[in-house]
């Protein structure tokens, strides 16, 4: 019953979209760590709506105003707040929705929940708004991490049918701040413009697409985890699907690995050039037992499309149980997954330090 | 650091395949519930090695003694602990194992965690015999959500290629029961005869198939869980990725949704035969922002293929650092799949519990 | 290393003393529950400091925003975020104690814990500021607890070796209310008086003193708690003991207790005037096996006498490991316990909202 | 609603009285520490029944069996279980309480939690019997912290109105060791025989008597612990509160303190003999902020007289609503405050273990 995850670093989200503010408290911070706040509103930018005409154009400033635990832009040990304050809301387009439920949005589930004491206009505590503050506390536990030599990455891996190479074995942190500088977050430039016809013909049809993100972990330590229920795969898919929209997470070759057998899907050991234990091949992406074994690590998340669409939809009216047509009207994103690709490294960024510190590496 | 999951019911678990004992300790079960001792015994049989040609020869009489926590047979509000003696155990096997880590195995990350100090033998606390006592606690689970109406059906959904019927969109709990009696779970025999012959060409072949499984849950009221973190997908995606080889977890059409448009994926509103608000299509898997629709709970988990295989494969040496060839001897279960999946039933059915009790349901 | 408690109702204090703001995140709270302000804040006046002689005189409006969680007034079911501004900090009194450390203060283990990282103006997260965002989670608890008729009530039980009178077997919700509304909240006034003479005589002295706070709550359903380390007396405590300057809690006769028999400190069942199971005693606190018992919860809470005096202290300079005399200059509180009265209540109200709505009884 | 505690280290602790048996699981012990068995029987010895006049006459073997979680007598980093078996149970004895509550036990509570479903034979969960593997958690812990330089010493400061020395400024190990090797564990001895005859008293007339048993911890690092709610003291006291008969929590000066003077209860800084950072006094029990500050720690627990005692008392009919005298037969402990005080060291050993792993110290 709580938008909060991680155990030594906690992260606490808070905010609904059209309220007066969003915000995250992260408990557990190490002290002393610099936060570089052009590196963090860059890491922000990269989620912000508006950015280009495949988002919605709804602009807001999102600079974060940080209430505490910080002292001369360093953690000081005690809870960090950072608030953004909404601006720009209209909350009487959503009036409608409070007795006709948008298909494949939680209006529904959220009336039954808190039978008509929710606050849903924009989407409430459920809109992809929320995900900013997310991307604070990925900012910085990303900062913390790099200091330590442990680089996430990450990338629209398809778009509908569309699909970016994968990560190379051994991606490199160059790729990754690469990627991160992109308009349209892919390895393969000529797959991104692709993937943004889809989207832009998805626009065009009135209609929505979905995707799949490919994040990578470079620089974690063999021995991050654990087996059973409290290991790397099961903190890092217990927050990813905290992150509107995502109905999948795998590890490595996940769903594709039933597909192989056993001498394809395992991984041989090897000697590295530098002579340190490796795996020719990573179908574990990076986890054996929730464990990690110093390989790479990598998960893909399935994005749904988006669910606010311009065509007309079935919907039924709560009051008078009978069916009701409905057309939501505005301009909606025709695809998410692209927006999403810095959150899911802000959460993967948070759960990877949330581990580290967990296991005495800070 | 704890082989635990579950918040309001909290499930333990202990024990290491060739140690004294493999057992569960269950906080927070409902006072008063009668627990069928044949019904459980049923349960924990689905997942037994030893049952059929395709599955390893090791036999067990895997019944539990219970040590706590009930008293002529209804439990009694405290904790309940159940243990699994072990009798067929065979350690030296896997000395071997100690220096030349089996590829795929937590053999590696195990000896890097816990440098020397781990018991592996058999697998350790990694075995899939950790999987017993998991059935204890879904059992019980499973029988107390029956009494409010709540039942969770499970089934192989695919074996390599072969694919299994997807349950359909109302599925019901005479079909659960009829899958959960046969000896290869599926919902189409000829299909499943399919699967075996997979099983067994990978068999003859030394080497082994991965496979996914598809669970679904009717009854569950509509209102449970959270957005965010603490939400349904959240729980069961943390707690099924605690299920030894399962390396993807995803909820109504998962990653095959982000091939989707909106307009394909969003499942319009109707009313119901019985008046009450549905919906059409079923894409969401019966849960939107984190809290369950009323429609079915649907989720699928991809099984790894074995990673034990009879044909050679290349590790190293961890005291030499060098190459070294290594030979699994004995018999492996060529696929785990179909013997994972009253887990997976288990384990939904315990985070259900979990998310009910939570709720005030019981 | 987080600044938080609850299991379903999770409250999250954040905020240094002299930073941007203090404030509080209450995560898992009843939707649909008014929150009257007027009385939220005449609760959160009773903390306040500059209200008479005997208190600081740094004043401050301390009205809180709300910036998530309710909508018209009424809780909405996502996280409640409620902030402080700070308006009155004047930091550089204390850059003195960054090397000086005042003793029975935070300063060095602050220091030790943080290494110079630490804010610690005002005394940073330690501060009795901190205070101002419980008594807000605390006021929000007391109503929605109220509705239900559970009535938490709390005096000054003693000053120095002054006494009140304690409180009744049965205490009223409007004795509760009458010392609410007091100056001094004191059951009998005549030791009221005393008591403030004790506090004026130790300020004139440059001193201070601590004292014993009392509460009760009413109201509660027998069978709340749970035995071992889940209990009412367990929560209860680890709560209580997070309001700067507790150094004890008890129960019922509590250390008192161990002085008498068992004959003694037993408490007879009885059947009360309305014919339910009552006690003729109530030296359990209302709790047995950290359960309620449906008597009055009785708990006491030690409050040290104020560290911050006048007199002059032996300190050391932590760069040069040399004893030091310290001066600790400006006003401070002589006792901090009558204000730490209401915190009392607030602390107490929060964790057995938390175990009522565990229960499922809302 | 869980009989479990810790964080890193979590304890979760089983059993009934008269069940099958009585157990603990620990889950994140360091790998590769070895468990001296011999001293772990010792510890427990110190605790256990029937060793002189002035306990119960019910003998048991009580040595544990470990079912998982070591190897050749080495923690091996997966959760540890050991378990008690119950030999010398009578459970009939206690069929009188089920309709007939004996005061202050927690007969009436579990009845109404659990509506006849408790088995609550020889006290079922809430007996002391249940403290014998909280002491094998105790001991292992306590071995795991020796190791690392910080000891643990207990003793009964008083029984009645019969005090103990309190434990000098800076108690030593062989101070703690000593004691531990007593058959009646009082720093005085003088004033040990006095208790005797104060327990030997209350036994000859049928009555009993409490105490406080005083704990000191020292060759923690300062440093450990955190401010508000996830402190050295929130914890402590949250464990402690799981012993049975514990009504009250205290540290250094504790319930005195709020008769003192600031300038009294202050600790001084000065430069130790060895040239560190030390206090003059320690009112603080090493404890600042919820922060250790290098100082020994200090606390104390009140426990009550036992409830069963031989004389007459009042209880009334569950079933009837009617007064009911109740005559307790049989022998039961005059006094179990020396019994508890090997209880108190496990409880604090664990919780001190705990956050030092939390701060990454091992």
Redesign the interface.
Known sequence: ?????G??V?I?????SH?????V?I??LP??ENIDMDELYRFMARRRPGKNALSTSRSEADLP?????I?DN????????A?IYNSDARSSDYDEFLDK?R????D???Y????????MAGG???SGR?TAPLCIAGAIASQILKRRGIFVGVHLA?V??VRDNAFPLFPGKELFEAISRKEFPVIDDEKGALMQAVIAN?AA?S??????IECAAIGLP??L???????M???L???L??I?A??????????N???????????????GTS???E??AN???G????????MPLIL?T????????G?P????S?SR???EKLIIKGRHDPCI?HRAVPVVEAVTAAVLLDLF??E???
Chains 1, 2, 3, 4 share one sequence.
């Not at 309220?19 to 915000?23: L, M, Y």
């Not at 209609?207 to 799949?212: A, E, L, R």
């Not at 399935?302 to 606010?308: D, L």
Request: proline fraction near 6%.
């Open positions: 019953m709580s938008s909060e995850f155990c030594k906690k606490s989200i808070f905010g609904q309220g007066r503010a969003v915000g408290i408990n557990g002290a002393g105003v940080f209430l505490s635990g002292k360093k953690t000081c040990g005690t809870p960090l707040c608030v439920p298909p494949s949005h939680a529904y589930t959220a039954i929940k808190w039978q008509g004491s929710a606050d409430g505590h459920f929320l398809s509908g049918s998805a049809a209609d929505s697409v979905g995707g799949i063999a021995g985890g654990s087996p059973m229920f409290d290991g795969e099961n903190k898919a217990a927050a699907f905290g509107p995502v109905k999948g997470v795998e590890f490595g070759s996940g769903f690995g039933s597909l192989l057998r056993g001498s394809e899907n395992n991984d041989p050991f090897c000697i002579g340190s234990i795996t020719a179908n574990s992406g986890i054996l037992g929730g464990i990690t074994n110093g893909r399935a994005i749904k499309p988006t669910p606010s669409i065509l939809q079935q919907s039924v709560l149980l009978e069916p997954a510190i967990e005495g590496e800070i």
